[in-house]
């Protein structure tokens, strides 16, 4: 069983940065590649950046690419997502998520573990 908690969402305008983190705790992380998903009043959830196991792979989300940055540090079993140039399309709930792939996919049914998310709002 894993316990996942984001933090660091909150209001900012467009243009600006936040720095989103995963903390794991129950179990460790490295075991596990690890997604953020984003979710949008009204819309489903999807796919934003997904890391392998060693984090030597990664993956993005088109409309973030070049924008987010996903990281990991699992000797202190936690990632991070990077977001600059926010606009208020990645206005969301942010979550993190855990999967037993060795590289994470795009897909939500691939991933077992969820956090609770965290809100991110983007202001033009």
């Known amino acids: 069983q894993v316990q996942l908690v984001e933090s660091g969402g909150g209001l900012v305008q467009a243009g600006g940065s936040l720095r989103l983190s995963c903390a794991a705790s129950?179990?460790?992380?490295?075991?596990?590649?690890m997604g953020w998903f984003r979710q949008a009043p009204g819309k489903e959830r999807e796919f934003v950046a997904r890391?392998?196991?060693?984090?030597?792979?990664?993956d993005y989300a088109d409309s973030v690419k070049g924008r987010f940055t996903i990281s990991r540090d699992n000797a202190k079993n936690m990632v991070t997502l990077q977001m600059n140039s926010l606009d208020s399309e990645d206005t969301a709930v942010y979550y993190c998520?855990?999967?037993?792939?060795?590289?994470?996919?795009?897909?939500?049914?691939?991933?077992?573990?969820w956090g609770q998310g965290t809100q991110v709002t983007v202001s033009s």
């Open positions: 129950r179990s460790t992380l490295s075991t596990y590649a």
């Open positions: 998520a855990a999967s037993r792939h060795l590289k994470g996919t795009i897909w939500r049914n691939d991933y077992d573990y």
């Open positions: 890391i392998s196991r060693n984090g030597g792979s990664t």
